[in-house]
């Protein structure tokens, strides 16, 4: 093992610094082999001239987590174990243990688990530390001494567990960013285990050695270069800036610059160059921005701290070409109008400029700044034209802009009319008969059924209380009795109503419906539905009634009575 650990040791030292060991291990996990001077029994007088007990060399091992808080301290927890030895202890006789004295072998084992600061060097190739961990210790050495020397009559066996601390120090040698060596760690151990044999203090000594992950290693920054020109496009003669810009720099670093490429001028190790642009033809050029740091004259020694091939480009431009913007006033307009069309555009050499338009739809007249459009003959939507101007040099730009022209704005959506009523509370004997009352209202709507042949009617009819109340009582009957006949009035007055305008106004039939609703009265309300109309969203609340079921009632006058006064009443 120390062969191959000094052999570790002199390669990379002939390597020289790995890129690495400037960070540190966020963590540390370590496996190791151990080897335990365990004084279990310290070598004293017994009796006054006997010697007692003996010490046990174990051979073990076990582990370690460290949690690094920064590249020197560290909190370290440790947990390490020792197989079992047997030696011989011997008590004399005469002894107050044990009169008859005895030689027994003593099984020796113990396990360790501790926890504490690690202080060290957690960067470079050689790591030494130093610790302080304290925890506790078990152990059965003292339980089975006691058990085997026959001192049970002492009592209780002693405890198997034990406070524990150890002070030591050790050296890691890095071989790689996530693995190191650690060729030795020497350590004092301390125990107290209570075993009434001895002292209650076990002073030991211990040796280990093994191996290390290291983890959460960040990996080193990486010096980068941005190359950029504060001009994209320029024309001959005018000067161009150039400015390498880095990033991930160690601050306690210095930089050189390195900016080369067509027309520089004024570099010198400096973050900014300037470029002549009076003798470079016209087209893209590039320029190249390079960037190292380190010490003074030791610039770029490590990969992470070279940075190359930005760059940034320009263009040397002949001429620049003219800028238009169009637009057009209104923007929407009625079919047959006209718009004023604006141009305006600019040469940055002032060039004499030449105006034409176009349109995707209608004409666009006029040759200067300004034009005019015409809708005549385009359909209706939108519009796109297009603004266009050119130099004497034969650039070219061009701008569009858009109008709309307006659809005319459909018709009003046709709704539900609400006529005349019809009132059927005065004919007490006939509450369903249309009278001649209703003739006035039944007049004007054949009038407007007749005036607008699309148009249709809805008559909607109503009943009281009373009338819907022995509607009910003739529907229970007709559950029990099969044959009974149910009273729908509001039904009956809408049928009726419907039969004088067919019958007595020529109306089609088919161009008049008939409805109820639950408005409480003895009515029949008219409703003249113009083509296009929906009834059932302007008037709600209404039910259809069923033609086959309600059948119209034939108008009778009253027969005549015997007072003149009545008589005429029964006449209307």
Not at 3 to 26: D, F, I, M, N, Y
Not at 117 to 127: C, D, N, V, Y
Not at 224 to 242: D, I, L, M
Not at 394 to 423: D, E, K, M, W
């Amino acid at each position: 093992m120390k062969l191959t650990a000094a052999l570790v040791v002199v390669a990379v030292t002939l390597t020289g610094p790995p890129a690495w060991s400037q960070e540190h291990p966020k963590a540390e996990v370590s496996v190791d082999y151990s080897f335990l001077h365990f004084q279990a029994f310290d070598y004293e007088s017994f009796g006054g001239k006997y010697e007692f007990g003996q010490a046990y060399n174990l051979n073990g091992g076990g582990g370690s987590f460290v949690y690094n808080f920064g590249p020197i301290i560290g909190l370290k927890a440790e947990f390490q174990g020792y197989a079992s030895e047997t030696r011989t202890v011997v008590v004399p006789p005469g002894n107050a243990f044990n009169p008859a004295g005895a030689s027994v072998g003593v099984e020796g084992n113990i396990f360790t688990y501790m926890f504490g600061p690690q202080f060290g060097k957690r960067r470079g190739i050689f790591r030494p530390y130093g610790q302080a961990l304290f925890g506790g210790a078990h152990s059965d050495v003292y339980s089975k001494a006691y058990s085997n020397l026959g001192f049970t009559q002492f009592g209780s066996a002693p405890s198997s567990n034990a406070f524990a601390m150890d002070f030591g120090a050790g050296l890691d040698i890095a071989v790689s960013p996530r693995f190191s060596i650690r060729p030795f760690e020497a350590s004092y151990l301390y125990t107290r285990f209570n075993n009434h044999l001895s002292s209650e203090n076990q002073n030991s000594t211990r040796f280990l050695a093994g191996v290390v992950f290291n983890m959460g290693i960040k990996p080193p920054l990486q010096l980068t270069v941005a190359c950029s020109a504060n001009q994209t496009s320029v024309f001959p003669g005018e000067p161009v800036t150039v400015t390498a810009t880095v990033g991930s720099q160690d601050p306690k670093l210095g930089v050189v610059y390195s900016i080369s490429g067509d027309g520089i001028t004024g570099a010198n190790n400096s973050a900014t160059a300037t470029v002549n642009t009076a003798n470079l033809t016209p087209g893209q050029h590039t320029v190249k921005c390079d960037a190292k740091e380190g010490k003074p004259g030791k610039e770029g020694a490590k990969p992470w701290q070279v940075a190359t091939q930005s760059t940034a480009t320009f263009t040397v431009k002949e001429f620049e070409p003219p800028t238009i913007s169009c637009s057009v006033n209104p923007t929407t307009i009625k079919p047959g109008d006209s718009a004023t069309v604006t141009a305006t555009a600019a040469s940055p050499q002032n060039r004499p400029l030449t105006y034409t338009y176009s349109a995707s739809a209608g004409n666009v007249t006029g040759a200067g700044a300004s034009a005019t459009y015409s809708s005549t003959g385009a359909p209706t939507g939108p519009v796109s034209i297009t603004c266009n101007v050119a130099d004497d040099k034969g650039h070219n730009a061009s701008s569009n802009t858009s109008l709309t022209i307006l659809a005319p704005p459909p018709p009003p959506q046709p709704h539900a009319q609400a006529l005349c009523s019809i009132n059927f509370e005065n004919d007490k004997k006939r509450p369903m008969r249309v009278d001649n009352e209703a003739k006035a209202c039944l007049d004007e709507v054949a009038l407007d059924l007749q005036r607008q042949s699309d148009a249709r009617e809805v008559l909607v009819g109503q009943s009281n209380a009373k009338e819907r109340e022995a509607m009910e009582k003739q529907r229970k009957y007709a559950e029990l009795h099969k044959k009974a006949k149910v009273d729908d009035f509001a039904g009956q007055r809408a049928v009726n109503t419907k039969d004088y305008l067919v019958k007595e106004k020529g109306i089609d039939p088919s161009r008049i419906s008939v409805a109820t609703s639950a408005t409480d009265g003895q009515k029949v309300e008219d409703y003249l539905v113009p083509a296009g109309a929906n009834f059932s969203s302007d008037v709600q609340g209404t039910t259809p009634v069923d033609e086959t079921a309600v059948k119209p009632q034939e108008r009778k006058p009253l027969p005549q009575r015997h007072h003149a006064h009545h008589g005429a009443a029964a006449s209307k």
